[in-house]
């Protein structure tokens, strides 16, 4: 079960999943907002998408719902807050219990108090964390180090096999074919600090050129902190776009500035579409970041940092080849294919120490 109405980095894990599942000849059922990118896209791919909306974690309605959509079902997989708290409403009383796994994806700690004691307690047979980060978060909040594996998110390599074409991405944003392009894929949100990355390069050079892919509650600041003197004209916001494979190799860096993140996987496309990536070393990024070797790591929340090592590779080209090479390298570990793979066995692992549960997706 998945309740975001967005299409973010979590939803694309997801329908990887699903995808992946399919392909091993499984029929994985999802549980979704029947208009969400999720949704539309798993329909698309002939997966089963069963419609539910929800109005928050204490919605009657949507937990029966899902548990009428669970009748019968091994295991439930449950991808985001809301579908946490529902999956766990929605399987009270149920005989037998499927079995419950939970996606944990972002490393903010877990709030005390009653309601995170019910969340986090015995009732979820097994967390997955998508990095080490989120795990160490997870261990801080009460939850057994037994009950929690670690599955890092994949990408499919083969999406971004296609060239970019940065000439024409610098003719849409009416700038010249000399201008530097210093790029950001994700959600405009305080935790991936994309203010720390115009800060940046309101340092560099004034052929350097931001653009910002992505739609968030910072869009607004954003937009009046690019329009200022020392910005004005550098900074591109292009929205939600679904092209981001052909807009990645455009790039001549990737920045992810976050302060916190669960693992990161906008920069695992950057590697697979073969651009230098600049990160921080927020939560799990340097779990797919070795420094100096796939990428450059600055301190989480220092502009300036990040600014030095930007201007180090669009200056350096020996050293962004190096980047580029150690990046696809180093994706080998982190693919769809592995992180389908590995959540099989953590659910053919919490099946086996079921009691009287069959072995069936």
């Known amino acids: 079960m998945a309740t975001a109405r967005t299409w973010r980095g979590g939803e694309q894990q997801v329908l990887y999943l699903l995808s992946g599942l399919s392909a091993r000849g499984l029929a994985p059922r999802l549980a979704a907002p029947p208009e969400s990118p999720l949704a539309r896209r798993a329909r698309e791919q002939g997966i089963e998408v069963v419609p ?27 991808h985001t807050g809301h579908a946490h708290a529902l999956g766990l409403l929605a399987t009270v009383g149920i005989r037998p219990r499927p079995a419950v796994v939970v996606a944990r994806r972002v490393d903010f700690p877990i709030r005390a108090g009653f309601a995170s004691r019910l969340k986090y307690g015995p009732r979820v047979d097994r967390f997955v964390a998508v990095s080490h980060a989120v795990a160490r978060v997870l261990e801080a909040g ?7 594996t670690v599955v890092h998110s994949g990408v499919d390599p083969a999406r971004f096999a296609g060239p970019g074409n940065g000439e024409r991405l610098r003719a849409d944003l009416a700038i010249p074919r000399s201008a530097k392009l210093v790029g950001f894929v994700g959600a405009l949100v305080p935790h991936k600090a994309p203010g720390d990355l115009l800060e940046a390069l309101a340092g560099l050079p004034p052929e350097v050129h931001g653009v910002l892919v992505g739609t968030g509650e910072l869009e607004t600041p954003l937009r009046r902190r690019a329009a200022a003197d020392d910005l004005s ?12 494979p052909a807009l990645l190799p455009a790039f001549d860096v990737f920045c992810l500035p976050s302060r916190q993140e669960g693992l990161g996987t906008s920069v695992l496309d950057a590697m697979a579409a073969g651009t230098p990536v600049v990160a921080t070393l927020g939560g799990g990024i340097p779990e797919m970041v070795v420094d100096g070797e796939c990428g450059l790591l600055a301190p989480a929340g220092d502009p300036e940092a990040l600014r030095v090592l930007l201007l180090r590779v669009l200056t350096d080209r020996s050293l962004a080849g190096r980047l580029v090479a150690g990046g696809r390298e180093r994706i080998t570990g982190f693919t769809a294919d592995r992180m389908v793979e590995k959540t099989l066995g953590v659910y053919e692992d919490t099946l086996s120490r079921g009691s009287g549960r069959e072995r069936t997706l």
């Open 52 to 78: 539910l909306r929800s109005r928050g974690d204490l919605d009657l309605g949507a937990a029966a719902a899902l548990r009428r959509a669970a009748a019968g079902a091994d295991l439930l997989h449950l």
């Open 142 to 148: 009460g939850v057994p180090r037994g009950r929690i």
């Open 233 to 244: 004209g550098r900074v591109h916001f292009l929205g939600q776009r679904d092209d981001v």
